[in-house]
T-cell receptor, first 113, second 115 residues
Framework: GDSVTQMEGPVTLSEEAFLTINCTYT??????LFWYVQYPGEGLQLLLK?????DKGSNKGFEATYRKETTSFHLEKGSVQVSDSAVYFC????????????FGAGTRLFVKA | DAGITQSPRHKVTETGTPVTLRCHQT?????MYWYRQDPGHGLRLIHY???????DKGEVSDGYSVSRSKTEDFLLTLESATSSQTSVYFC??????????????FGPGTRLTVL
């Protein structure tokens, strides 16, 4: 079935370090891919998205590229800040009739000053 | 920020009691969803609605029912709460358009504890 797998956390980094959070997916059809972020005590909010192969989504210094050949959508940021500490969720949405959005289990990121 | 509120934000109840959670939106979005969030499981869909009085089940619908009598309100009811329903519940909305990415907008969540 359709699924999203992302790396387990927590991930702990020092400020200004490079971040990668891996995400791979399995889907029938051609999904749109998303990264959502959840700050403590809040709901999820969209961080970035990509709708087709080779698209790059970017926002707030984060970016991810839709790789169809490796079924991946890895999240990267060149220099993390303490304020980036949050839980990050990879998700896919299938637009081929009916409803289906599937979320990964989430990866908690801690950034130390 | 999308106008989505959830009430109550926190609730403690006892096993066997009925509980209703409310989601209210001011965006006039057609689609509304209820998810539960549990450690290690990410978000799992309970029920969703694609219009007034139009609802359908998600992957973890057992023990839950929903109603949507107005565009802006989506209610989640636990008919007889159990300890396994202790969780954080999120409402989400989207203005899903065929052929476009289905971005979802989330409410702040309701933390429910069933003793």
């Amino acid at each position: 079935g359709d699924s999203v797998t992302q790396m387990e956390g927590p991930v702990t980094l020092s400020e200004e370090a490079f971040l990668t959070i891996n995400c791979t997916y399995t889907a029938t059809g051609y999904p749109s891919l998303f990264w959502y972020v959840q700050y403590p005590g809040e709901g999820l909010q969209l961080l970035l998205k990509a709708t087709k192969a080779d698209d790059k989504g970017s926002n707030k210094g984060f970016e991810a590229t839709y790789r169809k050949e490796t079924t991946s959508f890895h999240l990267e940021k060149g220099s993390v800040q303490v304020s980036d500490s949050a839980v990050y969720f990879c998700a896919l949405s299938l637009n081929t009739g009916g409803f289906k959005t599937i979320f990964g289990a989430g990866t908690r990121l801690f950034v130390k000053a | 920020d999308a106008g989505i509120t959830q009430s109550p934000r926190h609730k403690v109840t006892e096993t066997g009691t009925p509980v209703t959670l409310r989601c209210h939106q001011t965006e006039n979005h057609r689609y509304m969803y209820w998810y539960r969030q549990d450690p290690g499981h990410g978000l799992r869909l309970i029920h969703y609605s694609y219009g007034v009085k139009d609802t359908d089940k998600g992957e973890v619908s057992d023990g839950y029912s929903v109603s949507r009598s107005k565009t802006e309100d989506f209610l989640l009811t636990l008919e007889s709460a159990t300890s396994s329903q202790t969780s954080v519940y999120f409402c989400a909305i989207s203005d899903r358009t065929s052929g476009e990415a289905d971005t979802q907008y989330f409410g702040p969540g309701t933390r429910l504890t069933v003793l």
